[in-house]
T-cell receptor, first 114, second 115 residues
Framework: KNQVEQSPQSLIILEGKNCTLQCNYTVSPFSNLRWYKQDTGRGPVSLTI?????NTKSNGRYTATLDADTKQSSLHITASQLSDSASYICVVSDRGSTLGRLYFGRGTQLTVWP | EADIYQTPRYLVIGTGKKITLECSQT?????MYWYQQDPGMELHLIHYSYGVNSTEKGDLSSESTVSRIRTEHFPLTLESARPSHTSQYLC??????????????FGPGTRLTVL
């Protein structure tokens, strides 16, 4: 069964600290993996996207890694800010865009305290 | 910032009412989607469209219907709302460029509460 599992379910850190969120998937075949940020009451916004051949992708203070062999991805947030408080969702696609289906994780709820 | 809009943002209605959730995008995207999301849970695809006059049901069974008469507009309708329809509804669109990495752009969502 194709699944996307994220951990931890929730995380609280202090402003300025770093953190790493995990995503394990069993989706096959694999096309690409995305990380989205979803602020409370808003729609998700894309942070990074990686295909099979990419093992790291950065977007400012966000760095995503992908190990396609172990089917694991991580999202590292550096020097956290209060505005980083949000749900971070891992999304895996099983094919190219036209036929691909997206599998969503339940997200990690990150809270950054001052 | 994505140019995709949803109205209303919040809606509280009584059981049995007919409602339409509006979604529009100004990016000229061919593909549009409706997702349902409960708190702390993953998004579930309920409808999608690959272009005008094209609509398909998604993975999650839904009593709602959709239409795609214009490229930019993808409304979702519930003929008779029930408390089980209480949820967050997210609309998204993406460009049908044929690449493996097309990104879905999401609207702000409609929070529906059926009493």
């Amino acid at each position: 069964k194709n699944q996307v599992e994220q951990s931890p379910q929730s995380l609280i850190i202090l402003e300025g600290k770093n953190c790493t969120l995990q995503c394990n998937y069993t989706v096959s075949p694999f096309s690409n993996l995305r990380w989205y940020k979803q602020d409370t009451g808003r729609g998700p916004v894309s942070l990074t996207i990686m295909t099979f051949s990419e093992n790291t992708k950065s977007n400012g203070r966000y760095t995503a890694t992908l190990d396609a062999d172990t089917k694991q991805s991580s999202l590292h947030i550096t020097a956290s800010q209060l505005s980083d408080s949000a749900s971070y969702i891992c999304v895996v696609s099983d094919r190219g865009s036209t036929l691909g289906r997206l599998y969503f994780g339940r997200g990690t709820q990150l809270t950054v305290w001052p | 910032e994505a140019d995709i809009y949803q109205t209303p943002r919040y809606l509280v209605i009584g059981t049995g009412k007919k409602i339409t959730l509006e979604c529009s995008q100004t990016m000229g995207h061919d593909k549009m989607y409706w997702y349902q999301q409960d708190p702390g849970m993953e998004l579930h695809l309920i409808h999608y469209s690959y272009g005008v006059n094209s609509t398909e049901k998604g993975d999650l069974s839904s009593e709602s219907t959709v239409s795609r008469i214009r490229t930019e507009h993808f409304p979702l309708t519930l003929e008779s709302a029930r408390p089980s329809h209480t949820s967050q509804y997210l609309c998204a669109s993406s460009d049908n460029d044929g690449l493996a990495t097309d990104t879905q752009y999401f609207g702000p969502g409609t929070r529906l509460t059926v009493l």
